[in-house]
């Protein structure tokens, strides 16, 4: 395990580049995240990424792509079109979570 | 990250209920991993895509060995015997049996899948040769399916990818 300053904070991270603490996430950190991955954050991300932050409080893990379509509102396509090429790690990445746990 | 996406192709060749499944959990694990997905559907596959099918398709007991009756809540591994896989209903009874424990577990049907496939965007497509056998028409399929397409065609649309048979 590692640790890595984002956004002036020094959190630790793993190998990949994921969080292992979500307590450590903040706003600031997900937007560096966020242009790592080439993305700039608009509400539409946000609305996912708050989806995910509150769905991980209750169940403990970064949600499944789908659960995160059933339970945003936000389609399949939007996701995609979001989080290009790989959304799944992605979203959870920028959120400050681990790999989503399941496989659909 | 390197500049060529990684890239997966699925054939699917079966239409019974527990060969349908593979190739749409690891395409929809692979689109959420940035990898580029093709489908080509051929022969039995073909059921898969078929507006007439896709709601309907099944699993039967006879000559599968795995299935046990640990399924029905039977404890232990007690085979199913083979002779009564041919009384009427059984295969009905079988694929209803399945559809309810994906359903617990929160599997989306195939028609769901191949929605969420293709707003994921992978591409899907029929064999030309399998769709004349059958009498079928680009209209017998579900949305989504780009177009029916030759093995040489597939061939050229699927270079560098990693093929899986199904």
Not at chain 1, 62 to 87: H, Y
């Amino acid at each position: 395990m590692a640790t890595k300053k984002i956004a002036g904070v020094d959190v630790q991270v793993n190998e990949e580049g994921f969080l292992t603490n979500p307590a450590e996430w903040n706003k600031e950190i997900a937007v560096e995240l966020a242009k790592e991955e080439g993305i700039e954050l608009t509400d539409a991300h946000w609305k996912v990424i708050e989806f995910c932050r509150s769905a991980a409080a209750v169940k403990g893990a970064a949600p499944t792509l789908r659960s995160i379509t059933n339970g945003s509102g936000v389609s399949t396509k939007d996701l995609f079109a979001l989080f290009p090429k790989g959304p799944a790690k992605k979203v959870a990445k920028i959120s400050g979570l681990g790999k989503p746990e399941g496989c659909v | 990250m390197s500049e060529e996406p990684r890239k997966i192709a699925f054939i699917c060749s079966k239409g019974n209920l527990d060969m349908v499944y593979p190739a749409l959990v690891m395409g929809w694990a692979a689109l959420g991993n940035g990898i580029d997905v093709t489908i080509f559907f051929t022969f039995w596959g073909l059921d898969m895509i078929n507006k007439a099918r896709v709601d309907h398709l099944e699993i039967p007991p006879i000559a599968n060995t795995s299935m046990k009756m640990n399924m029905m809540g039977v404890p232990g591994y007690i085979g199913i015997p083979q002779i009564m896989g041919i009384i009427p209903g059984m295969t009905a009874f079988a694929s209803a049996l399945m559809k309810k424990k994906m359903k617990g577990l929160e599997v989306p049907t195939v028609r769901e899948y191949l929605e969420m496939l293709v707003d994921a965007g992978a591409n899907l497509y029929a064999c030309k040769m399998s769709v004349d056998m059958f009498d079928l028409e680009k209209e017998d399929f579900v949305d989504g399916v780009k177009d029916i397409v030759t093995a040489g065609d597939f061939m050229d649309m699927t270079e560098g990818a990693q093929i899986v048979f199904i």
